[in-house]
């Protein structure tokens, strides 16, 4: 059954540090990857996505995740922080053949000015 | 284009209430779907809608039922709610029932069962 871990519940930069948020999965093939991004009581917003192909995708907003198969991860990166990113993140993955997505717990990222 | 909207944005109830949380898309998307989100747990799948007039059960079903009457709209109704329902529920839909579609969400539902 797929899985999937964000090991990090609340994360704090400075504006203008960088960030990375960590994501594993389980699953037996290649899965499709996904990060979302919920602002505060707004729903979920996709920022990227993995299906095949080049191991380093870039979404919206300025940010990018890559896919390690031998580490089963998909971290989400962004040099640069703005204050604005300030929300939390959700992974996301599904597999072949299913209408199901399932998400990690997400983390809640804070940024000090 | 609205994308998915959902009503209403807040509620209230007490044990054994019931009521119907509505959602609408207008981007003649063909898959629905009903998530809750619990602190700490991520979204979980209520129900699932491939299609007009077709239904299918996610991971946390029990105490809910769903009506997918035309293309637009899916609902949710809690029949007698209970304090365990408590959350935030989110409408989601995407162009076909495979998961490398991107699903939109609406902005939500915030319930507390009293």
């Known amino acids: 059954a797929q899985s999937v871990t964000q090991p990090d519940i609340h994360i704090t930069v400075s504006e203008g540090a960088s960030l990375e948020l960590r994501c594993n999965y389980s699953y037996g093939a290649t899965p499709y990857l996904f990060w979302y991004v919920q602002s505060p009581g707004q729903g979920l917003q996709l920022l990227l996505k993995y299906f095949s192909g080049d191991t380093l995708v870039q979404g919206i907003k300025g940010f990018e995740a890559e896919f390690k198969r031998s580490q089963s991860s998909f971290n989400l990166r962004k040099p640069s922080v703005h204050w604005s990113d300030a929300a939390e993140y959700f992974c996301?993955?599904?597999?072949?053949?299913?209408?199901?997505?399932?998400f990690g717990s997400g983390t809640r990222l804070l940024v000090r000015p | 284009n609205a994308g998915v909207t959902q009503t209403p944005k807040f509620q209230v109830l007490k044990t054994g209430q019931s009521m119907t949380l509505q959602c609408a898309q207008d981007?003649?998307?063909?898959?629905m779907y009903w998530y809750r989100q619990d602190p700490g747990m991520g979204l979980r799948l209520i129900y699932y809608?491939?299609?007009?007039?077709?239904?299918d059960k996610g991971e946390v079903p029990n105490g809910y039922n769903v009506s997918r009457l035309n293309k637009r709209e899916f609902s949710l109704r809690l029949e007698s709610a209970a304090p365990s329902q408590t959350s935030v529920y989110f409408c989601a839909s995407s162009p076909s029932g495979t998961s490398y579609n991107e699903q939109f969400f609406g902005p939500g539902t915030r319930l507390t069962v009293l």
């Open positions: 981007m003649n998307h063909n898959s």
């Open positions: 809608s491939a299609s007009e007039g077709t239904t």
């Open positions: 996301a993955v599904g597999a072949d053949s299913s209408y199901k997505l399932i």
